[in-house]
């Protein structure tokens, strides 16, 4: 009997303990939910809880700098850059190396850059940077408007002229959804990065407005372009040296110069550049289609390049490997030069208006191993008379006829060639 009523003691309690803790749960659900919460709501950081005004007038980048300060030292948080405000920030830093990993920039509102000099100084080389993180995103529905046209146009602005977003010294870092426009200079650059994803945004600017490079890598490894479309007054897409490992694909380019590995190996400097892969890309009213530009008495390597299913339409010279890169400036001849081996093209069709393959390659270190294959290419109705395809000691293999007849590639391996001992350099 005394045991059946200690049972029937504790049972009793029970209940009155889950209704207590049941009622407390229900009077008190506002303060739980909130407790409950709190690791969430702690983790997301909104410029305007940061004192940003976000009405396009106020200077909002102490506000920028302070939401990121917070977010720098939680992993996993995310920066709010919320729709329906426009922010003015001038040039900001959102720096490591001491933040935490895997940090979202969710940029859904409009960031817009200042229009008078006093905002700048001088020398400034970047308008947004995010440097030495790892696994960093920027996403979102967004726009980041440069206002270019000041610099365009050489109204009182700094000499030099920033890029619009880069990315310095990271590992892991993605960007999508996104649109840049109307940059300084640059649209998007990665120096030193690695592991780079970038996808589904838009680059525009006019096809006038100058150096204005859709997106720009130097020095950068395992990066992945694609679903993207690039606008500007420069090269949709610029790979410079100590870039390896680059897939490119499924990008539209136009206007613009087109895509571009260099220019390389300026001022006589060493420049390396392998494993390139372009495919699915669309190229409308550009000057070049897929080019490969270097600059007299540089040395190094391109090596594995490929150009798979490009289309152009209206483009001034689709392929184009150019060894006498000068950039308009007065240059001397040199014996040395970035060897360039190991080029591949298939499946390249469509217009050209001025020329449609050109290969000016260095009398001391010809081009070798370029290989075409399915290579259809007609005059368009917009352009003049052409002289047909140009080579110049270009040596490589047709894999199959070509439109027009490519006869000037030569076959076989030229008498003067270090390319491979250039190779090795790298």
């Not at 190229?283 to 490929?306: A, C, E, H, Y």
């Not at 299913?309 to 240059?331: A, F, R």
């Not at 591949?344 to 001025?354: I, Q, R, S």
């Not at 050109?358 to 005059?379: K, V």
Request: charged share 15%; with cysteine; aromatic share 8%.
């Amino acid at each position: 009997m005394k045991s059946f009523k200690l049972n029937t003691f504790r049972l009793i309690t029970a209940i009155a303990f889950a209704v207590w803790f049941s009622r407390f749960e229900i009077c008190s659900a506002r303060g739980w939910r909130k407790l409950q919460a709190s690791p969430a709501s702690a983790a997301t950081y909104n410029v305007l809880d940061y004192g940003a005004k976000g009405d396009g007038r106020a200077d909002d980048t102490q506000a920028f700098q302070k939401a990121w300060a917070a977010a720098c030292n939680v992993e996993s948080s995310t920066v709010v850059v919320p729709s329906g405000s426009v922010f003015l920030v001038k040039p900001i830093s959102f720096s490591g190396p001491n933040c935490a990993q895997n940090i979202v920039f969710q940029l859904d509102g409009k960031i817009i850059a200042p229009t008078s000099s006093a905002a700048w100084g001088s020398g400034t080389l970047q308008w947004l940077e995010f440097t030495k993180l790892t696994k960093i995103t920027i996403r979102g529905k967004g726009t980041i408007d440069g206002q270019g046209s000041v610099w365009w146009q050489g109204d009182k602005m700094p000499s030099t002229k920033p890029t619009a977003l880069r990315f310095y010294g990271s590992d892991g870092v993605v960007v999508s959804g996104i649109t840049i426009q109307n940059s300084q200079q640059t649209h998007l650059k990665f120096d030193d990065c690695t592991n780079v994803q970038v996808y589904d945004i838009t680059a525009s600017s006019p096809g006038d407005s100058p150096n204005t490079d859709g997106i720009h890598l130097q020095n950068s490894q395992g990066v992945v372009i694609y679903s993207s479309t690039l606008a500007c007054g420069d090269d949709c897409i610029s790979i410079q040296t100590g870039c390896s490992n680059i897939y490119v694909h499924n990008v539209d380019c136009g206007p613009g110069h087109g895509l571009s590995i260099g220019s390389l190996g300026k001022g006589n400097t060493k420049a390396c550049v392998s494993n390139v892969t372009v495919r699915d890309v669309t190229f409308q009213n550009t000057m070049t289609g897929v080019r490969i530009k270097t600059w007299p008495g540089g040395f190094g390597s391109v090596q594995d390049v490929l150009f798979s299913n490009i289309q152009v339409s209206d483009v001034e010279t689709p392929i184009m490997i150019d060894q006498y890169y000068c950039d308009g400036s007065k240059c001397r001849n040199a014996s040395s030069a970035v060897a360039v081996a190991g080029v591949n093209y298939l499946n390249v069709k469509g217009t050209y208006t001025v020329e449609p393959v050109r290969f000016a390659c260095s009398d001391n270190m010809p081009c070798t191993g370029i290989t075409l294959d399915t290579i259809q290419l007609e005059l368009s109705q917009k352009g003049q008379d052409s002289n047909g395809p140009f080579c110049w000691e270009a040596y490589g293999e047709l894999k199959t006829q070509t439109v027009p007849p490519i006869n000037c590639l030569q076959t076989g391996n030229p008498s003067k060639n270090g390319a491979g001992a250039n190779a090795d350099s790298c």
